[in-house]
């Protein structure tokens, strides 16, 4: 069982992220509370949360890969999750569903981040050339690409832990609950 602890039950040296993390988006998630057990993971978590908000990629965007990531590693708690953040992104509707219903994207661009962050997860990052031109021509750029990279590894490493921890639904979350 892992604790779901708060600034006051977290060892010493995860207390600031919590508090950090709770500050910038407003709510302290069970699953960061859940990573608090160890200072290391949750103080990584937070800091490549707050380079990735500073990235070239939109919150739209980011949020597309999160909820590609969500597929790919069968997260059910980020599911619920990257929807709140998508709809609170911008994602279309349109999107969100079809990512929730493993659908083709209906906006071309999008599906092609889509397709580009599925296959770098299977192939462990042997992406083609032929699927590198294909996001390029979908107007990402080289530095785009290695945020996608980043991106991906930060929504791994959370579903990872949710996956691992089963921490609770949080109450935000919860209009978006979804199961296989």
Known sequence: MFTVHTADSAPAG??????????????????????????????????????????????????VIGLTVRDENACRWSMAAHSVFADGNGVPGDVVEALRAGKP??????????????????????????QTDALRAASFDTEQMLEVIAQTAYTSMANWVANLADPPLDEAFRPREWSP
């Open 14 to 63: 995860s207390a600031a992220a919590l508090t950090a993390l709770r500050q910038r988006i407003g709510v302290g998630p069970n699953l960061a509370a859940s990573m608090a057990g160890s200072p290391t993971l949750i103080s990584g978590f937070v800091a490549l949360q707050q380079v990735l908000r500073d990235s070239t990629l939109t919150g739209a965007e980011r949020e």
């Open 105 to 130: 994207l209906p906006d071309p661009r999008l599906h092609t981040l889509h397709e580009f962050t599925a296959t770098l997860l299977r192939t462990r990052g042997h992406v083609s050339a032929e």
